[in-house]
C-alpha cells in the first residue's frame, strides 16, 4: 500500500491502475485501507485466469480514457478554478 501511496503522490504523472493481489481476506476494513491508499482494483490469491483477464482489459479502458482526457486538456483551455473551457 505504501507503494500505491508514493506512486499516487507525484504530481504530474501519468495515471498508474493498481491491482491489488492478496492473500489477505477482502474484509471491508481491508478494501478501505486499500482504497485510500489509491488501489484501484482487488483480486484475491490465487487469481482466477478468467477474473485476471478481466480485470486487465478495464484496467487497459480505463488508462485509455485516462490518456484521451489528457490530450483533451492539452488541446482545451480548461479553467483550473471552475473546470470550465474558456474562450
Known amino acids: 500500500l505504501e507503494l500505491c501511496r508514493r506512486v499516487r503522490a507525484r504530481a504530474g504523472r501519468d495515471y498508474v491502475y493498481f491491482i491489488l493481489l492478496t492473500g489477505l ?12 491508499a489509491g ?14 483477464r478481466v480485470r486487465l482489459r478495464v484496467a487497459e479502458r480505463i488508462l485509455g480514457y485516462a490518456s484521451q482526457v489528457r490530450q483533451l486538456e492539452a488541446i482545451l483551455p480548461i479553467c483550473g478554478y471552475c473546470k470550465k473551457v474558456r474562450d
Not at 25 to 36: D, F, H, K, V, Y
Not at 39 to 52: A, G, H
Open 39 to 52: 488501489v484501484d482494483d482487488f483480486l484475491t490469491k490465487p487469481p482466477k485466469d478468467s477474473e485476471l
Open 25 to 36: 481476506e477482502p474484509t471491508e476494513e481491508n478494501q478501505i485501507a486499500a482504497s485510500e
